[in-house]
T-cell receptor, first 111, second 112 residues
Framework: DTGVSQDPRHKITKRGQNVTFRCDPI?????LYWYRQTLGQGPEFLTY????????KSRLLSDRFSAERPKGSFSTLEIQRTEQGDSAMYLC?????????FGPGTRLTVL | DQQVKQNSPSLSVQEGRISILNCDYT??????FLWYKKYPAEGPTFLIS???IKDKNEDGRFTVFLNKSAKHLSLHIVPSQPGDSAVYFC???????????WGLGTSLAVNP
């Protein structure tokens, strides 16, 4: 399977804990995006990488959020000191063209 | 400010009939539009796209129409099948980084 993969698919954590998500993009794609989606909404942009460079971060991405893409391959999204409001589906997409292709998402539940 | 709008939260059609999903946008700088299909607890799946220099793009049962003067696009599914039941999102790339701006989605139910 050469699509976008994300791990884990589901994460349940207690408030205040740190969590890290991983995204493996389509190998030839140099653009990688993270989005967050809550119930009844469209996905909201979080951050964008071109190769290993993080070129844009949304105002939604507070100081508790950090993302990396070492060597321009896989990417990680870390949330420190999780809050209940962080509960959402976190989506990763990669793109080499105008179309973006999404992974299955990571569903985060903060108790 | 919702730059991409899907004003119908839901749509129900009979199997075999046409499904028409609508999307309006406010930013005339958008140069490309995409439609995605999403099942619960899964990531969006790319369906079809259209460049702003075209007014129609067709791929199998799916056709997207773009009316630039009205800032309106629509996705036609013919014939509709029960497996098409999902939430459909309209999206447009924005800024040099091409991040997607999304509508709120339309939930399509295709009844056997």
């Amino acid at each position: 399977d050469t699509g976008v993969s994300q791990d884990p698919r589901h994460k349940i954590t207690k408030r205040g804990q740190n969590v890290t998500f991983r995204c493996d993009p389509i190998s030839e794609h140099n653009r990688l995006y993270w989005y967050r989606q809550t119930l009844g909404q469209g996905p909201e942009f979080l951050t964008y990488f071109q190769n290993e460079a993080q070129l844009e971060k949304s105002r939604l991405l507070s100081d508790r959020f950090s993302a990396e893409r070492p060597k321009g391959s896989f990417s990680t999204l870390e949330i420190q000191r999780t809050e209940q409001g962080d509960s959402a589906m976190y989506l990763c997409a990669s793109s080499g063209t105008p179309e973006q292709f999404f992974g299955p998402g990571t569903r985060l539940t903060v108790l | 400010d919702q730059q991409v709008k899907q004003n119908s939260p839901s749509l129900s059609v009979q199997e075999g009939r046409i499904s028409i999903l609508n999307c309006d946008y406010t930013n005339s700088m958008f140069d490309y539009f995409l439609w995605y299909k999403k099942y619960p607890a899964e990531g969006p799946t790319f369906l079809i796209s259209i460049s702003s220099i075209k007014d129609k793009n067709e791929d199998g049962r799916f056709t997207v129409f773009l009316n630039k003067s009205a800032k309106h696009l629509s996705l036609h599914i013919v014939p509709s099948q029960p497996g098409d039941s999902a939430v459909y999102f309209c999206a447009a790339p924005y800024s040099n980084n091409r991040k997607l701006i999304w509508g709120l989605g339309t939930s399509l139910a295709v009844n056997p």
